[in-house]
C-alpha cells in the first residue's frame, strides 16, 4: 500500500538524502511511520519480517541533516516480497512461457514517507531501488502493488514512475468497518509483458497472413519469370515456346514440338 499527500519542507532546512537498508534498529521508527501514513494497522510481526529480512527486502531513505540530530533516523521506507508468479494474482496477466518453471515477481507490500519529506524525489528514489532489485533477477518479470481508489497522488505516480494500470479489484480493502475497491499497477521487466489482447491477437493474425500472401506471391512472380512462356502456334493448336529454341513442324503441320 501507498500513501502520499502534498506537503514541503521548511525552506531553512536543506536534507542530505541517502538509502540503506532497514536493519533491527529502525524497528520502533518503522512503526510508527506505518502508524503515521496508512489507513490500516500491521501486525507486529509484519514489522520484525521487515527489520530481520525473513522473506521481505527492504531499504530506507535517511536524512544526514536531520535537524533533531538523527542522521540515521529513516524518514521513507519501501517494502517488498519476491513471489512465485504462477500463484500470485497477476500470473494470468504475464506472457510466460508456461514450461519454464520458477518465473517470479516482486510485490511491494508499502511505501511511505514521513510528511515533512514529500515531494523531493525520495519515494521515486526508494521505487527506482526496488525496480533495480527485480531486474536483477533472471526469473523475475514484473514489480507489482496495489493502490486504494481514492489515493489520486499515490496513482499518479506510479502513472508518472511507468507503472500500468491493469485492474481495478472491488471491496479489496475493509478499513474502518468500510470496503473500497484497489487499482493493481504493473511494472514488467525482464522482458515481461502482458498477454496479447484480443485486438493484438487480431492485428497480428492479419500481419502475418498479409505477410504470407506476400512470400507467396513473390515466389510465384519469381518462378513466372524464371519458367518459359508458351504462345499459341500458328500452324496448329499446340503452344510452343516463345524462348530461343528451334521449332520443328510436323510433315502434316498437325502438332508443334521444340526441341
Same mark, same amino acid.
Given at each position: 500500500m501507498t500513501q502520499f499527500s502534498m506537503v514541503d519542507l521548511k525552506t531553512s532546512h536543506r536534507p542530505i538524502i541517502s538509502y540503506r537498508p532497514i536493519r533491527p534498529?529502525?524497528?520502533?521508527?518503522?512503526? !510508527?511511520?506505518h502508524g503515521d501514513v496508512f489507513p490500516i494497522r500491521y501486525e507486529s510481526e509484519f514489522f !520484525? %519480517?521487515?527489520? @530481520?529480512? =525473513?522473506?521481505?527486502v527492504s531499504w530506507g531513505a535517511v536524512d544526514h @541533516?536531520?535537524? %533533531? +540530530? #538523527?542522521s540515521d533516523e529513516i524518514i521513507g521506507f519501501v517494502t517488498a516480497r519476491l513471489v512465485l508468479a %504462477?500463484?500470485? &494474482?497477476?500470473?494470468?496477466?504475464? !506472457?510466460?512461457?508456461?514450461?519454464?518453471?520458477?518465473?517470479?515477481?516482486?510485490?511491494?507490500?508499502?511505501?511511505?514517507?514521513?510528511e515533512t519529506y514529500r515531494n523531493?524525489?525520495?519515494?521515486?528514489?526508494?521505487? =527506482?531501488?526496488v525496480i533495480k532489485y527485480a531486474s536483477s533477477i533472471p526469473t523475475c518479470r514484473a514489480v507489482y502493488l496495489h493502490v486504494i481508489s481514492y489515493n489520486n497522488p499515490a496513482i499518479h505516480f506510479y502513472k508518472k514512475m511507468l507503472f500500468k494500470c491493469v485492474r481495478r479489484l472491488h471491496d479489496f480493502y475493509f478499513i474502518n468497518g468500510q470496503h473500497y475497491d484497489s487499482y493493481l499497477f504493473v511494472?514488467?521487466? @525482464?522482458?515481461?509483458?502482458? $498477454?496479447?489482447?484480443p485486438l493484438e491477437l487480431v492485428t497480428v493474425v492479419v500481419t502475418c497472413m498479409r505477410n504470407g500472401l506476400k512470400a507467396v506471391a513473390a515466389r510465384l512472380w519469381k518462378n513466372d519469370n524464371k519458367? $518459359?512462356?508458351?504462345? *499459341?502456334? *500458328? #500452324?496448329?493448336? +499446340?503452344?510452343?515456346?516463345?524462348? !530461343?529454341?528451334?521449332?520443328?513442324?510436323? $510433315? &502434316? +503441320?498437325?502438332?508443334? &514440338?521444340?526441341?
Open positions: 534498529s529502525d524497528l520502533d521508527v518503522l512503526e !510508527q511511520i !520484525q %519480517n521487515v527489520v @530481520n529480512g =525473513r522473506d521481505i @541533516n536531520h535537524p %533533531n +540530530g #538523527e %504462477n500463484e500470485s &494474482e497477476i500470473g494470468d496477466m504475464l !506472457q510466460c512461457d508456461s514450461s519454464k518453471s520458477g518465473q517470479t515477481l516482486v510485490y511491494i507490500l508499502t511505501l511511505g514517507v514521513v523531493l524525489g525520495i519515494a521515486s528514489t526508494l521505487i =527506482r531501488e511494472y514488467y521487466v @525482464n522482458g515481461g509483458r502482458s $498477454p496479447c489482447s519458367s $518459359p512462356k508458351w504462345s *499459341k502456334c *500458328k #500452324e496448329s493448336w +499446340g503452344l510452343i515456346r516463345t524462348t !530461343q529454341t528451334k521449332r520443328v513442324l510436323t $510433315p &502434316e +503441320g498437325s502438332g508443334c &514440338e521444340c526441341v
